[in-house]
Structure formats: structure tokens, C-alpha cells
């Protein structure tokens, strides 16, 4: 099977719907002020923990992160790895929240991100961007999920890379449509393909799916 047809059939489905017409200058321009209640509670673009520093005593510039619920996530996924290892069971209250969180968080970088232009809600509510994950029933990859932080690995270090392309991509973009009101495609498709790859890899690490994420942007 090809990456492109591991994605296609891939269980964790993102479904986002890029702005068309007449795009929001002004909250295009101050984007990233808008979004700052957003990234401390469910974080920025780029997988869970990704960040870069800009050098300086008191500078810190974060690109990624989960927030404050991505931390709540985490700890749900460590209970998890405990009762699917010892029980084999996945509580499912445990995989709402995480999938609540993942929910927000699409929504929000969705926004962040400059590919939608309403201001996101603040939990569920309607959206032209969310995520699709089906509760694994049956018997666990024990394995996988045993050895779940090493399997991710590879894909956390490509990530790495595309998230700084990301970013650069992102502010070539502002300004974009800052004088001309169009997101370039190219740059576009990138930039929801990376977002799309990284939100894979988030769920799988988070324990919601023992499909191993392909390496696709697709």
C-alpha cells in the first residue's frame, strides 16, 4: 500500500474548508492577538510540544504546543496507556475529552492559521474545520501501544522541519493577504497538508487509534 493510499483510508479524517471570496483584512492583520486566548487553552499550529525559541533572555515565541487542555490530553493518555496495557480497555470518557480537545484544537488553528477568518467558538459549536476519529473497538495493538513514544519518533522529528517550513509559509502568506486578499494555493495546500499530517500523528500519540500515521500530506 502507498502513503497516498494509507492517507486516504487513514481513520482520523480532517475536514476543513479553506475561505473562499472576500477575506477579513483586519482580523488577518492581528490574527495572532485574536487567537492568544485560543493557544493557551488548546495551543498554536504544528504537533503537540513543537516550539521555537528566538533566542534572548525573555523571548519565547511558541509555534505548537496543546495548551492547557493538551496537557489535561496527555495525562488522559497516560491513564490510558495504563488501562489498555493492564486491562485492555480504553475508558471511553478518557477518549471524548481527547477527542473534544482535538476537536477545539483543529478549530483553532484553523483560524490561526489564516485559513478560515471566523473567530472560532470556544469548545464545540459550528465550524467550517473539525476531525473525525472512530472509537477503537476490539482487541489494542498492546505493542504499539506500549512502545507508542518511540513509534512516533520519526514522524516527530519530519514535523519538526515541515512546521518551521510551516511557519515561514504562513507569514509569506499574511502578507499575501494582507495586500491582495489571496492565500497563494501552493502555500495553502502545504500549509493544510502539514496540519492534516500533524493532527494524524496527535491522535495516534494521544492513544486514540492503533493505525500507524502515513508519512503524507495528503
Request: aromatic letters at 18%; hydrophobic letters at 50%; a neutral charge.
Amino acid at each position: 500500500m502507498t502513503q497516498q493510499q494509507a492517507a486516504a483510508e487513514y481513520p482520523v479524517k480532517l475536514h476543513l474548508e479553506p475561505a473562499t471570496g472576500e477575506r477579513n483584512k483586519l482580523t488577518i492583520g492581528f490574527r495572532w492577538i485574536l487567537a492568544i486566548p485560543h493557544a493557551i487553552l488548546v495551543g498554536g499550529p504544528a504537533i503537540t510540544g513543537a516550539g521555537f525559541y528566538f533566542g534572548g533572555r525573555d523571548w519565547w515565541a511558541s509555534w505548537g504546543g496543546g495548551g492547557l487542555l493538551g496537557a489535561v490530553a496527555f495525562i488522559c493518555a497516560v491513564i490510558c496507556w495504563f488501562a489498555i496495557l493492564f486491562a485492555n480497555q480504553h475508558p471511553r470518557g478518557l477518549f471524548d475529552l481527547c477527542h473534544f480537545y482535538l476537536r477545539w484544537r483543529v478549530r483553532a488553528v484553523a483560524y490561526m492559521a489564516l485559513f478560515r477568518d471566523e473567530y472560532p467558538p470556544f469548545g464545540d459549536g459550528e465550524y467550517a474545520a473539525t476531525i473525525e476519529i472512530p472509537f477503537p473497538e476490539g482487541e489494542r495493538d498492546k505493542l504499539s501501544v506500549g512502545l507508542r513514544i518511540f513509534y512516533v519518533i520519526p514522524h516527530a522529528i519530519i514535523l519538526f522541519f515541515l512546521s518551521i517550513a510551516w511557519f515561514v509559509t504562513g507569514v509569506i502568506a499574511w502578507f499575501a493577504l494582507l495586500f491582495n486578499g489571496v492565500y497563494p494555493e501552493g502555500l495553502l495546500k502545504f500549509g493544510i497538508g502539514v496540519m492534516r499530517w500533524s493532527i494524524r500523528v496527535e491522535a495516534y500519540a494521544l492513544l486514540m487509534t492503533d493505525v500507524y500515521p502515513p508519512f503524507s500530506l495528503d
